[in-house]
C-alpha cells in the first residue's frame, strides 16, 4: 500500500473538522431553543396525548401589557413527524393550540380562553394570576393526534413552535419570534 500524501491527509483533516463544526452547531443551538420549552408526547389508547410547559413565558413585561388590559396570546403550532433517518422527515399531522388572556380593568377580572384547530375548548373567568400564568404556559395531555396513522415500531417526534401575540420583539416574548422544542418516541402497539 502506498503511503497518503500530506496534502491529501491535511484536506481530509480539513474536511472531517468542518463535518464536526457542521453537525455541532445545529444540536447546539437546539439544546438552547429547547431549554425554555418542555414536549412530553404520550400514547395512551388510540391518541397521542401532548403536553408541554413554556418555563420562561410569564415575563414582568409580558404581565404588565396584560394587567394594562391588552389581549394577549400563546400559539402553539404542534407537529406530529415521522423520523426518517438519512431522509426527509414525513409530517404525519399538525395542530394549532391558542391560549389567550384578556384583562378587564374596572372588574379586575382575567378572561381566558383556549382554542385548539379553531374551535373553542373552554372559556373561563378567573382573578388569580398563578391560574393565568398556568393557563398561558402549560398545556397537559391534550388529544392531539390519532394512532391509526402510525406504524409500528417506529420512531416519531413531536415538535412545538411556540409565540406569542402581540408581538413587539423581546419586549413581551422573551424569545423574540418565538421559540420551539421537539421530543422523538417509538409507538409500540
Do not use: C
Not at 100 to 111: H, I, M, S
Not at 143 to 160: G, I, K, Q
Amino acid at each position: 500500500m502506498a503511503p497518503v500524501p500530506a496534502r491529501v491527509r491535511r484536506a481530509t483533516v480539513l474536511w472531517t473538522v468542518l463535518l464536526a463544526v457542521t453537525l455541532a452547531v445545529p444540536a447546539t443551538a437546539h439544546a438552547q431553543a429547547t431549554e425554555g420549552l418542555k414536549v412530553i408526547p404520550l400514547v395512551r389508547d388510540d391518541q397521542v396525548l401532548v403536553s408541554f410547559e413554556l418555563a420562561d413565558g410569564f415575563t414582568s413585561d409580558l404581565r404588565a401589557a396584560i394587567k394594562s388590559g391588552l389581549p394577549t396570546t400563546f400559539i402553539y403550532s404542534v407537529e406530529l413527524r415521522l423520523d426518517v433517518p438519512f431522509g426527509v422527515d414525513r409530517l404525519i399531522g399538525t395542530s394549532t393550540v391558542t391560549s389567550g388572556v384578556e384583562y378587564d380593568n374596572l372588574k379586575r377580572r382575567y378572561t381566558l380562553s383556549r382554542m385548539i384547530d379553531g374551535r373553542t375548548q373552554e372559556t373561563t373567568s378567573v382573578d388569580d394570576e398563578a391560574v393565568v400564568r398556568q393557563w398561558l404556559t402549560s398545556l397537559s395531555r391534550l388529544p392531539l393526534f390519532r394512532t391509526s396513522r402510525l406504524e409500528e415500531n417506529r420512531d416519531y417526534y413531536v415538535r412545538v413552535y411556540a409565540t406569542a401575540r402581540p408581538s413587539n420583539g423581546s419586549i413581551f416574548w422573551p424569545f423574540g419570534s418565538g421559540t420551539s422544542a421537539q421530543t422523538k418516541f417509538t409507538f409500540i402497539k
